[in-house]
């Protein structure tokens, strides 16, 4: 009985917790389905990093989570924009979205090799 009022719990504080990026979801952008991984990744790696993680190594994939999150923001959110709205000529432009692109390219490999290891 104790089990299931503390899963029950668990079970709504999650409902809570998922709330806000719901109300705030749209379907039309693949960038609202990755801030919502985002979300995910951000509440594993808050699990990992707590006293109720049973790995030895949950702290190290915590940090590979956190780094990924911050490579996604980099990427993601505004600063190559920036950076590019400053360039003016054609051939910077370019330089630009290839360097965009290649992060882009880096920051998916990362998550590639890593995904599988990120669990408790």
Do not use: C
């Not at 109720?52 to 915590?62: I, L, M, S, V, Y």
């Not at 400053?86 to 890593?114: P, V």
Request: net charge positive; glycine share 2%; aromatic share 20%.
């Amino acid at each position: 009985m104790i089990y299931w009022i503390k899963r029950k719990y668990k079970q709504v504080s999650t409902i809570i917790w998922w709330i806000p990026k719901i109300w705030n979801n749209f379907d039309f952008d693949y960038s609202y389905s990755t801030m919502m991984m985002i979300h995910q990744l951000e509440r594993q790696a808050n699990f990992l990093e707590s006293e109720n993680a049973n790995t030895n190594d949950a702290k190290f994939h915590a940090s590979k989570i956190r780094t990924f999150i911050k490579l996604y923001h980099k990427v993601y959110n505004d600063e190559y924009f920036d950076y590019y709205h400053k360039l003016g000529e054609r051939e910077l432009r370019e330089n630009y979205t290839n360097q965009l692109n290649k992060a882009h390219r880096i920051l998916w490999a990362f998550f590639e090799h890593n995904i599988q290891g990120w669990w408790d």
